[in-house]
């Protein structure tokens, strides 16, 4: 079996085609030095590489090189990856010796499934509304009724008038997310990222701080149970207001681990609903600012 190539956002099980296949893990410094990086960004990612590296021991290989092709040089035999999302990425996979490049994972869509809607469109528009609708229908997300007379769940495709309440004044006042807990593989990052910065090989802004996200699927899965459990029944009347004193009101934050490929979002749509949900509270019109 065929070493599996894993970039930073491709951390999840979902792409390896076994469980105990070997992996290659490059921490590339020059990626992180092409354009000024968030000190917590740079910290979420090599943290979740490590950890990685770490949940898979004597099955991964971790090589911290300079650049991705010294580092797939180090590596050695043949490899394969799942097509990586940047451009960049994916030509220099494509590029290398030795390197077989498969189809995308960690999307609900495939390039060619995408492909082929485009192109029946025909002159018609191409709009994420009707993509949307196609992908609901295709993957069975929130559909109801018999196979052959499947609708859109609730009789409506679209709800977002009604989803744009202003914010109660006290607050949705939900559970908190649950914390993440640091380890040694973090202190380690932070006494790493400390060093780049003094060296001036990696120029970070912002300011360092406690990490706040997933880089774990242990702690991924938790977070996306938290959420379906205490914070989704909440989210859609007031899910584009915003208030000063609550930076998250019912939103779920689960976008940096479905960006470090710890989630599927076809797995987070899927997720059972919780079993009761609390009456949606209703609340006098008044201004209100909105993300938009």
């Not at 992180?32 to 990685?52: C, E, G, K, M, T």
């Not at 869509?109 to 609708?133: H, M, S």
């Not at 701080?209 to 009347?237: I, K, N, S, W, Y």
């Amino acid at each position: 079996m065929n070493r599996r190539w894993l970039f930073a956002d491709q951390l999840g099980p979902h792409f390896l085609d076994q469980a105990d296949q070997p992996v290659l893990l490059v921490e590339s410094r020059r990626a992180f030095a092409r354009r000024p990086v968030h000190r917590r960004r740079a910290h979420l990612v090599l943290s979740a590489l490590r950890h990685r590296a770490a949940e898979l021991g004597d099955q991964a290989l971790l090589v911290q090189a300079d650049t991705y092709r010294e580092g797939r040089a180090k590596a050695g035999g043949e490899l394969t990856v799942c097509a990586p999302t940047s451009w960049a990425a994916r030509r220099l996979a494509e590029a290398l010796p030795g390197v077989t490049v498969l189809p995308a994972r960690g999307f609900g869509t495939g390039e060619q499934e995408f492909a082929d809607w485009a192109a029946g469109r025909g002159r018609r528009r191409l709009v994420l509304e009707d993509f949307y609708r196609d992908a609901r229908q295709r993957l069975g997300i929130l559909m109801d009724g018999p196979e052959n007379e499947r609708g859109p769940a609730g009789g409506r495709w679209n709800f977002d008038a009604d989803n744009r309440e202003p914010p109660p004044a006290d607050g949705l006042r939900l559970k908190s997310r649950p914390a993440v807990t640091e380890d040694e593989v973090d202190a380690h990052v932070r006494r790493d990222l400390d060093a780049w910065q003094r060296s001036g090989d990696v120029r970070l802004t912002g300011e360092d701080g406690p990490r706040e996200f997933p880089v774990t699927r242990a702690e991924a899965l938790a977070a996306l149970r938290a959420f379906v459990r205490d914070r989704l029944p909440a989210f859609g009347p007031q899910q584009d207001a915003m208030l000063a004193a609550d930076p998250e009101m019912a939103h779920s934050l689960l976008s940096p681990a479905l960006n470090l490929g710890l989630l599927d979002p076809v797995e987070c749509a899927q997720r059972p609903k919780p079993p009761t949900a609390p009456a949606r509270r209703r609340w006098p019109a008044r201004k209100a600012s909105s993300a938009s």
